[in-house]
């Protein structure tokens, strides 16, 4: 799938339309068409249908969707959202258009309520991609909203949903409720995220003439991972080769209490195809590994132990990559082996859990870091490095990764529905894989594996390799959903669910 930003298709009209190759009111006559043509299986020849229209562009494809449903003998009222006439000179002309052909057009904030407590169709055509803003609390078009959203109607929203910002993800106060959204040429980054995505239902696209090859001659910073994504990332496996050519991770994962972290992590990136895998840790950790895993290399190690944990850290340089902090446990001393590996090794960092929550009081390090690391926080260690609210985040996922990649240079793996891989360049990619049944303990063990296994062996770039190894992680899950159920399905089942998936 691919989604871009607003602004992508914006310049790729305006492209059109400098060089004369589209008109714009016939581009929003097309538009309306093309939506009309998508739900009409949607309405029945008796419901009632009313248009929430606001005063931009996208009010225009609503009245002109009003018009079309008119002159095929529905029962359809348009309703003028923000109380006022389309702005524009295009949607002026199909608010006309409609009005001349016996439309009716209601005003009044009472009456408008009255008309949707009984709709049985609402369409939303408030807002189209330049909204930015807040349907607040209080406001006359939240009450309509607020109404259309309780009503027994089915809900469809033209291009976005009123109320979602479709670059970012957020929703700012209200949000129109869609149960359908037909989006106009492509889909958004921004309806792909949470909290957008709760509110734009079904989605599906009206091609309305601007091609694929214009919108992708724009730089667009969103990717949408998928399986020719992966195809695309990782290359077959060359027939005269050997471990080394596919890398040398180390894991420095577990702890006494928490052995389980360093078997589904270390298991995982084996699972990748990792050349070499060792795992250093605790005793205990190793004798439990061991039971489970033929193939890594044991390192004992207690970070706890300065002489141990001193000799040992001259040896990381031997690596390509290093997983450090599932299970690992936090104590000073782990944090201090911590930030020497950040400025001292050479390796690609991958820092999961524990390390991620030692890095709190001292998130600057990973500026030190001499590659880009991949972190991958859950929102509530995203809240502990950024200072910022879970509940903030969590609004405002897209934002809140990138902008934390380009500040502290590293690669953000935020975690959760629809996770958000970000790297400090602007770049993110939006996963749509995966389900409930990863909410559990172990599951982000293993995905910090495979991208660091993924890291070691692929020769792609982390960026990538985070974005792959996400999509993989949820794909796995969705597979065993229809297994075991995502109440049954278990972290330990996904290592050897995605390995079907790699080239």
């Given at each position: 799938?691919?989604?871009?930003?607003p602004?992508?298709?914006?310049?790729?009209?305006?492209v059109?339309f400098?060089?004369?190759?589209?008109?714009?009111?016939?581009?929003?006559?097309?538009?309306?068409?093309?939506v009309y043509?998508?739900?009409?299986?949607?309405?029945?020849r008796?419901?009632?249908i009313?248009?929430?229209?606001?005063?931009?562009?996208?009010?225009?494809?609503?009245y002109?969707?009003?018009?079309?449903?008119?002159?095929?003998?529905?029962?359809?009222?348009?309703?003028?959202?923000?109380?006022?006439m389309?702005?524009?000179?295009?949607?002026?002309?199909?608010?006309?258009?409609?009005?001349?052909?016996?439309?009716k057009?209601?005003?009044?904030?009472?009456a408008?309520?009255?008309?949707?407590?009984?709709?049985?169709?609402?369409?939303?055509a408030?807002?189209?991609i330049?909204?930015?803003?807040?349907i607040?609390?209080?406001?006359?078009l939240?009450?309509?909203?607020?109404?259309?959203?309780r009503?027994?109607?089915?809900?469809?929203?033209?291009?976005?949903?009123?109320?979602?910002?479709?670059?970012?993800?957020?929703?700012?106060?209200?949000?129109?409720l869609a149960?359908?959204?037909?989006?106009?040429?492509?889909?958004?980054?921004?309806?792909?995220?949470?909290?957008?995505?709760?509110?734009?239902?079904?989605?599906e696209?009206?091609?309305i003439?601007?091609?694929?090859?214009?919108?992708?001659?724009?730089?667009?910073?969103?990717?949408?991972?998928d399986?020719?994504?992966v195809?695309?990332?990782l290359?077959?496996?060359i027939?005269?080769?050997?471990?080394?050519?596919?890398?040398?991770l180390?894991c420095?994962?577990?702890?006494?209490?928490?052995?389980g972290?360093?078997?589904?992590?270390?298991?995982?990136?084996l699972?990748?195809?990792?050349?070499?895998?060792?795992?250093?840790?605790?005793?205990?950790v190793?004798r439990c590994?061991?039971?489970?895993?033929l193939?890594p290399?044991?390192i004992?190690?207690?970070?706890?132990?300065?002489?141990?944990?001193?000799t040992?850290l001259?040896?990381?340089s031997?690596?390509?990559?290093?997983?450090?902090g599932?299970g690992?446990?936090?104590?000073?001393?782990k944090?201090?082996a911590?930030?020497?590996?950040?400025?001292?090794?050479?390796?690609?960092?991958?820092?999961?859990?524990d390390?991620?929550?030692?890095?709190?009081?001292?998130?600057?390090?990973?500026?030190?870091a001499?590659?880009?690391?991949?972190?991958?926080?859950?929102?509530?260690?995203?809240?502990?490095?950024?200072?910022?609210?879970v509940?903030?985040?969590?609004?405002?996922?897209?934002?809140?990764?990138?902008?934390?990649?380009?500040?502290?240079?590293?690669?953000t793996?935020?975690?959760?529905?629809g996770?958000?891989?970000?790297?400090?360049?602007?770049?993110f990619?939006?996963?749509?894989?995966?389900?409930?049944g990863?909410a559990?303990?172990?599951?982000?063990?293993?995905l910090?594996?495979?991208?660091?296994?993924?890291c070691?062996?692929?020769?792609?770039?982390?960026?990538?390799?985070?974005?792959?190894?996400?999509?993989?992680?949820?794909?796995?899950?969705?597979?065993?959903?229809?297994?075991?159920?995502?109440y049954?399905l278990l972290?330990?089942?996904l290592?050897?669910?995605?390995?079907?998936?790699l080239?």
């Open positions: 799938m691919k989604a871009y930003l602004g992508v298709i914006s310049d790729a009209e305006k059109l400098e060089k004369r190759e589209a008109d714009p009111l016939d581009l929003m006559k097309k538009a309306a068409a093309e043509k998508n739900i009409s299986d949607l309405l029945r008796f419901d009632a009313t248009v929430l229209c606001g005063k931009g562009n996208n009010a225009g494809d609503g002109e969707l009003a018009r079309l449903l008119k002159r095929d003998g529905f029962n359809v009222c348009c309703i003028a959202a923000l109380g006022v389309p702005a524009t000179d295009i949607a002026k002309d199909r608010y006309n258009a409609f009005v001349e052909a016996g439309g057009v209601e005003y009044d904030e009472n408008a309520k009255d008309i949707i407590a009984m709709s049985d169709v609402i369409f939303d408030v807002f189209g330049g909204f930015k803003g807040s607040e609390k209080g406001s006359a939240y009450e309509l909203i607020d109404t259309a959203n009503s027994r109607g089915k809900r469809i929203a033209i291009d976005v949903p009123s109320g979602i910002n479709p670059s970012d993800g957020s929703v700012g106060g209200a949000a129109f149960d359908t959204t037909v989006t106009i040429t492509a889909v958004k980054a921004g309806m792909l995220s949470y909290p957008a995505k709760l509110f734009c239902g079904n989605i696209t009206a091609d003439g601007i091609s694929s090859e214009l919108l992708d001659s724009y730089e667009n910073p969103c990717v949408v991972p399986d020719r994504y195809k695309r990332v290359k077959k496996r027939t005269v080769s050997n471990k080394g050519d596919y890398g040398k180390l420095v994962c577990g702890s006494e209490y928490m052995t972290a360093a078997v589904l992590s270390t298991g995982a990136a699972r990748a195809g990792t050349g070499l895998v060792t795992l250093a840790s605790e005793e205990s190793i590994a061991q039971s489970h895993l193939e290399i044991y004992p190690l207690s970070l706890e132990d300065e002489r141990e944990t001193d040992f001259q040896s990381v031997k690596y390509s990559s290093i997983l450090i599932c690992l446990g936090q104590s000073e001393k944090r201090k911590l930030e020497y590996i950040i400025k001292n090794a050479d390796a690609q960092l991958i820092i999961d859990a390390g991620i929550n030692m890095l709190a009081d001292n998130i600057n390090v990973l500026k030190e001499k590659k880009a690391p991949i972190i991958t926080p859950h929102p509530g260690e995203f809240s502990r490095i950024s200072g910022l609210d509940g903030y985040i969590n609004d405002n996922r897209i934002s809140c990764a990138v902008g934390f990649s380009k500040e502290y240079g590293c690669i793996v935020l975690k959760g529905a996770t958000i891989t970000a790297s400090p360049d602007g770049r990619a939006v996963n749509t894989s995966g389900n409930a990863l559990k303990g172990g599951s982000g063990d293993v910090a594996g495979l991208i660091a296994g993924l070691a062996c692929s020769g792609a770039s982390p960026y990538e390799c985070a974005a792959v190894g996400v999509y993989l992680h949820g794909r796995a899950a969705d597979i065993l959903r229809e297994k075991y159920s995502e049954g972290p330990s089942d290592s050897e669910e995605f390995a079907k998936l080239p």
